[in-house]
C-alpha cells in the first residue's frame, strides 16, 4: 500500500492520534511548567476535556472528513493551495493548470 492510500484509508485514525498525542504533549508540558500559578488547573482541564469530547461528538455526527473535504477540493481545482505553483508533487509542475497539490490526494480520487 502506498503512502498516499494509507493516508485517505487511515486518516481518521492519524487525526486522533495525532491531536491525542499533541493533548498529552502539551498537558505534560503545562503540568512540569506551568506558565500561570494558581489558573486553576484542576478546573480548566476537566472544562477542556469536556469541550473536546462534545466537539468529537460533534464533527462524527457530519457526514465528512477533513480529507473528504480537501479531496474534493483538489479534484475541483478549489482553494489557494490548488491555484498556487508552491508544491511539487505529481500534478503540480507541467500541468498548464497551476500548482494542483496532489501530496495527500490519491490519483484514483481525481
Known sequence: MSFQNYIVAN???LQYIAFFGALVLMGGLEAAAP???GAGRK????????????NIVA?????????GAAAWAASRD??????VDW???EGSRGNGRGGRCSCLVSPGVR
Open 59 to 67: 464533527l462524527g455526527a457530519l457526514p465528512i472528513t477533513a480529507l
Open 78 to 83: 478549489f482553494g489557494l493551495i490548488n491555484q
Open 11 to 13: 486518516g481518521e485514525l
Open 35 to 37: 506558565a500561570r500559578r
Open 43 to 54: 478546573r480548566r482541564w476537566p472544562v477542556n476535556g469536556g469541550l473536546t469530547v462534545l
Open 87 to 89: 508544491f511539487i508533487g
